[in-house]
Each structure stands twice: as C-alpha cells, then as structure tokens.
C-alpha cells in the first residue's frame, strides 16, 4: 500500500511540474479545445494557429494524466484489497481517482477560458490539495490503526499545523505572481491586474514568515528532546526552503527565465510534500499504554518542558 501511495505523491509532483511546462513554453493553448485536442479531433493534427511541438507538449501532458490516474485506481485497488480493511486508507484511496478526475475537468474548463489566469491558479491548487491527500495515505499506510498520539507538546504540534497553513498562504501568493507575471501559456491568454513588484514583493515577505516558523519549530525540537523523524522532517524542510528561495531570487533577477520558472514550482511541490511530512511526524499511531499524556516526553532533571 505505502508504494502505491508514494507513487501516487511523486506522480501528481510530476504532472504539477509537467503543467508548468506546457505554460512557460507557450503551449497552454496547443490543444484549442478539450475534451479533443482540434474541434474535430481527439489527438493532435495540423493546425494553422498552432505548432507541432505546442500540439504535442499540451497534448503529452493531457496523456499523463492517464498514468497519474492509473496509480491512483491502483491505490483504491489496494487499500480495498487490503486484510483487515482499514476504512481509513480507503477513504484516503477514494480522493485519488476522484481527484484526479476533478482536475481533468477542471483542466478544460482551463482551456475553454483561453487560460484566464484564476482557472489556471486554481488548476494548481487542486493538485496541491490532491498532493496533501496523497501524502497522508502514504503516511497512513505506514502506521497502525491505533488512535493518533502526539510524540511532542501540544503547542509544538500547534505550530506544526500554523507552518502547513503558511506554506499554503505561500502557495495561494505564489500562484498570484505568476498569474501577473509573464509565461502566461498563450499570446491570447489575459493576466491578473496587479502591479508584478507589489505582489512579489509581498509573496518574499511571506517566504520570511514560513522560514522563521520552521526555524522556530525546528529548535523547538530540538531543545525539548522531540524524535528523530521529526527533527529530520523540520531540517529536511529548511534546507528546501532555502533551496527554494535561491531559485526564486535568480529567477527574479534574471528577469524570470523559462527553465528556472519550471524550477521554482518544482521547488514549491517539494515545500509542500516537505511541509506534510513534517506534520505528521509529530504525531504516530502506533499502539502505546493509556497513561502516556498529550505532551512531549519528560526532559531531563532540572529542564522544565515549555508550557
């Protein structure tokens, strides 16, 4: 179960990167229509407005959805298939052909709007939603059926949960600035009405604010003594964001190229998975005794657990 699922997160991170490519390669409207490619076809054919390699990598990306979805029947093929059944996993398992699905519709809609640019935001943020949801199967399917406990103190999970919550405020502003910014996939494609500096600008303070809260939850973890898994979770994460905030600097002053552009939501795919990861590491299911409280492990003599 766990590697369909994990296939499952790597091939919606794939498709959500193979869709910035169809966009900053101007191949947003290779196929003009949907659900066929030409108004009389469901493949590619000549077309006097668009090329043959527009056609084609608009047209692959619509193919790659058909992989996505097979590794998402495979994971409700498994979870149902799976002895005892876990009602858990197959609930999780559902939001995978059904998301899948969603975003194919919502995908012509995209096209049928001539990439209007909040089709085109919103496209991304099903697949971030749909991500989330295949992230926590995977993270299901490798624990026990016990009831949640927290392996920290409540208020280290608290901001746990307010770092994924920014990581998502970050996502939903990344998704403005390229909706203003260039790349819009189509020379007939319209853009938000928004000043390019203002709004990045303002998504690079929020970038601040997710940093210094996984820099903050990160000690956190560490001086109160928290596992392993999710000390590296908080670490992993940080060295993704800093990754990720080098790429975006250079691409902002290198006055937004093709293949760094295509880089960047790569990087913001991997923030997200990365962010996921570290909420549930802060938490396990495996079967422990009754008396073990809602806090993070006693500290040594002397050192007071924060409160």
Do not use: K
């Not at 169809?22 to 009389?40: E, F, I």
Request: net charge positive; charged share 15%; aromatic share 6%.
């Amino acid at each position: 179960m766990s590697l369909w699922a994990l296939l499952s997160v790597i091939a919606n991170a794939g498709i959500t990167v193979t869709g910035a490519a169809v966009r900053v390669t101007g191949s947003g409207l290779g196929c003009p229509t949907w659900p066929r490619c030409t108004p009389d076809s469901f493949i590619p054919v000549a077309h006097p407005e668009h090329s043959w390699v527009n056609m084609g990598v608009e047209f692959g990306n619509r193919l790659l959805a058909f992989l996505v979805l097979a590794v998402a029947a495979m994971c409700l093929l498994t979870a149902m298939r799976m002895a005892p059944r876990r009602r858990d996993l197959i609930r999780l398992a559902w939001l995978q052909p059904l998301g899948v699905v969603a975003q194919a519709l919502w995908g012509g809609l995209v096209v049928r709007t001539a990439l209007n640019p909040v089709t085109v935001s919103v496209h991304f943020l099903i697949s971030i939603g749909l991500m989330a949801a295949c992230w926590l199967l995977y993270a299901r399917s490798r624990e026990g059926d016990a009831p949640a406990r927290p392996v920290v103190h409540r208020d280290i999970r608290r901001l746990g949960h307010v770092l994924v919550a920014a990581v998502a405020v970050l996502l939903v502003a990344g998704v403005v600035v390229t909706g203003t910014g260039p790349h819009s996939g189509d020379a007939l494609a319209s853009r938000f009405d928004f000043d390019i500096e203002t709004v990045a600008r303002l998504h690079a303070d929020i970038v601040y604010v997710v940093v210094g809260l996984t820099f903050a939850l990160l000690f956190a973890l560490r001086v109160t003594g928290a596992p392993r898994r999710a000390r590296a979770a908080a670490t992993g994460l940080l060295v993704i964001e800093l990754a990720q905030g080098v790429i975006g600097y250079t691409q902002y002053f290198l006055a937004v190229p093709a293949f760094l552009v295509g880089l960047h939501v790569l990087g913001a795919t991997v923030v997200w998975i990365g962010a996921l990861r570290v909420v549930t590491s802060l938490r396990t299911r495996d079967e422990v005794p009754d008396e073990v409280p809602d806090e993070a492990p006693a500290a040594p003599a002397g050192v007071p657990l924060p409160h």
